[in-house]
């Protein structure tokens, strides 16, 4: 747990206290939306096992959402979904819905502690025009507990939003392939075309 901690213990070491780690998932995907996650975690916080939500199983990534929401200060969901993917393009997307994220955990520790947001720890991306100093981290969702966190909000939450899809769109394994591009996803858009939620501009060679 130590080395998942040292981006955050430097910060508390020079008088940070309200850090959030930001994450998203769902950026390759042919369908669905493109979900951030914004986690403040407070400094004592040590559960082992949160770490990358991709090396994780879906069983302890559930298990580790709930402790992550129970335990953490606060928490915000941002979501862009596939028309405003296919009109501003995946990246714009992914930043579009960590602002959201931020926005959300910013408020919420607002109401709950009169506090405001001190530092971003953000996965890979910059988000230039948020006035919050911030710090990009390449493959952050190992380095730091605090965007494996929000790695983990992030995932649980669009991976239920798709299973709910795979009942109103049965066709194309939303419940196993959570919109990834999957021979049977593939086999289903060419039986049935595409539904709603698909993004257009992931499947031109398709459609």
Do not use: W
């Not at 296919?86 to 009169?114: F, H, P, Q, S, W």
């Amino acid at each position: 747990m130590n080395h998942m901690m040292e981006y955050e213990n430097e910060l508390y070491g020079r008088g940070v206290r309200y850090i959030a780690g930001i994450d998203e998932v769902g950026r390759g995907p042919l369908a669905g939306p493109v979900t951030a996650a914004a986690v403040i975690l407070p400094a004592d916080f040590s559960v082992p096992g949160v770490d990358d939500s991709k090396k994780l199983t879906a069983r302890k990534r559930e298990s580790l959402f709930d402790v992550i929401v129970e335990h953490s200060l606060a928490y915000g969901i941002g979501m862009i979904d596939n028309y405003i993917i296919d009109e501003i393009n995946i990246l714009e997307a992914t930043r579009r819905a960590m602002k959201a994220a931020v926005c959300e955990a910013g408020a919420r520790l607002g109401e709950k502690y009169g506090a405001s947001l001190e530092h971003l720890l953000i996965d890979a991306v910059a988000l230039k025009d948020v006035e919050i100093p911030q710090t990009s981290i390449i493959k952050g969702d190992t380095l730091s507990v605090s965007i494996a966190a929000a790695s983990i909000i992030a995932k649980v939450t669009r991976d239920r939003l798709m299973c709910g899809y795979h009942e109103m769109y049965p066709y194309y394994g939303f419940d196993r392939n959570k919109g990834y591009g999957t021979k049977a996803h593939y086999e289903g858009i060419s039986k049935h075309g595409i539904c709603e939620i698909h993004r257009r501009s992931f499947l031109r060679r398709v459609i």
